[in-house]
């Protein structure tokens, strides 16, 4: 491979780079979606093996040792370059490419609209379930800047350089829809629902990036900030951390904690929408 491909990686261009040595394409869609169709040579990968699944915070990282069992398994190795896509317009994908930016492995790309775009392309398919060429991959030390813990946002969610970008339901954001102790949102949070993003009549593509930026800059979500951004599990803010990196926004971070850890601790600030 003679350069790194883009971030967001369109079909067309994937297509034309499916024999490159070091490429790894991941999909994670649901597992009888991939078995009736992936992209040719595509590797599945269950979504549940990048979260620690442990409550009250089910969404934080694995330990080094189960990352690197992980990651061993793929193959990945420092030259890979990594494709990542799924059925549901980018969240699992997020999170594999989060996971990787995470460990400080950046040689990765989205497909944009996953499978449907593929699809939507009239690319080839495949159906056959392929193994990858085990790696022995370790991961090392991490990069700081992806991701957040629950003492730097609270540390940091009043500060007015930082602003946290809530990627959940307006039910959820308001407090009308509860999935942990409590219900609403970290005071000051901008609310973006992730799906904002996708273009439903697209096969599921990312929106015309200038009007995603200007609908964030009207919330205040702008790269001269630090953008903390979470949902429940950091799923679907995965996806919204992938658009502030698309945008080119160098300060933004995912909360894996999210939701799921902020709302069921006893002590943290929370506020409910009228």
């Known amino acids: 491979m003679t350069a790194p491909l883009p971030l967001l990686l369109e079909p067309e261009e994937l297509a034309r780079h499916l024999d490159d040595a070091n490429l790894l394409i991941v999909d994670l869609s649901k597992g ?45 190795t420092p030259d890979t370059q990594v494709v990542a896509y799924d059925d549901e317009g980018g969240g699992w994908a997020a999170r594999l490419l989060w996971t990787l930016d995470v460990i400080g492995h950046k040689k990765y790309a989205y497909l944009n609209g996953g499978i449907h775009g593929w699809l939507a392309a009239e690319l080839p398919t495949d159906s056959e379930r392929h193994q990858p060429e085990a790696s022995d991959y370790t991961v090392g030390e991490h990069d700081p800047v992806p991701s957040v813990d629950l ?34 949102h970290i005071p000051g949070a901008r609310l973006y629902e992730w799906t904002n993003a996708m273009d439903k009549h697209s096969n599921l593509r990312v929106r015309d990036r200038e009007e ?24 679907r803010s995965s996806f919204t951390w992938l658009i502030g990196r698309i945008l080119g926004f160098d300060n933004i971070r995912g909360y894996p904690g999210s939701w799921s850890e902020w709302g069921n601790h006893p002590d943290t600030p929370f506020e409910k929408s009228d």
Do not use: M
Request: hydrophobic share 35%.
């Open 151 to 184: 003492d730097h946002v609270w540390r940091h969610y009043r500060d007015p350089d930082t602003v946290i970008w809530d990627a959940r339901s307006e039910e959820e954001y308001a407090g009308v829809r509860a999935f942990a102790q409590k219900g609403g």
């Open 212 to 235: 995603i930026r200007r609908e964030l800059a009207a919330l205040g979500i702008e790269q001269d900030k630090q953008i903390i951004t979470h949902c429940q599990t950091h799923h």
């Open 32 to 76: 009888q979606v991939h078995d009736q169709a992936h992209v040719p040579g595509a590797i599945h990968l269950d979504f549940k093996r990048l979260l620690a699944g442990n409550q009250p915070a089910p969404g934080l990282l694995p330990d080094d040792a189960r990352l690197s069992s992980l990651f061993s398994e793929l193959g990945l």
